[in-house]
């Protein structure tokens, strides 16, 4: 069950991988995972749900419905995983964190004996584009302030290896 979230909202992919709980008209509701940004038109507030996600809450034959959707932070996620983009060495990397039950607001790595700030893409990976920090200590916070550490993470590209740590629901 997965949508895609209009340009205002997804914040250049700050809201990859979130949860929404989406309610139509009727009462029907679903809960969807945010994975790309829709096309426009697609207004503020607007969401493209799959079909399978869209068929749970209406017939396919309506095409477009008005919704409301809210932010979850869903209690069944496992552990997140962290995945090295195609093409990372030691030297430039792109790291994607997955399976997160909040959003994530920043991702650092350790490098030079401090956390380096790692600039998040429209693609939703983090760039270290000189290579400092990859295959290090990764540190992720949430959009609620929440900071988890992971360590032991292979530079293996394109291998979603799991961190062993998961953030707290809100």
Request: hydrophobic share 40%.
């Amino acid at each position: 069950m997965i949508a895609a979230m209009n340009h205002t909202d997804y914040e250049s992919s700050r809201a990859c991988g979130a949860y929404v709980l989406v309610r139509a008209a009727g009462g029907a509701s679903i809960t969807v995972r945010i994975v790309n940004e829709c096309p426009l038109p697609c207004a503020p507030g607007q969401l493209d749900l799959s079909r399978e996600a869209f068929a749970e809450i209406a017939d396919l034959s309506v095409g477009r419905l008005p919704v409301t959707w809210t932010l979850l932070s869903p209690g069944a996620p496992e552990a997140m995983s962290i995945r090295y983009k195609s093409g990372s060495t030691r030297w430039w990397c792109g790291i994607q964190v997955i399976g997160h039950r909040n959003p994530v607001a920043a991702l650092e790595v350790r490098a030079g004996g401090g956390w380096r700030h790692l600039s998040r893409t429209e693609y939703n990976y983090f760039l270290s584009p000189d290579g400092s920090g990859c295959g290090g200590p990764i540190r992720v916070t949430d959009i609620y302030g929440e900071r988890l550490t992971v360590d032991g993470i292979a530079l293996r590209p394109d291998v979603a290896q799991p961190a062993k740590v998961q953030f707290a629901r809100h």
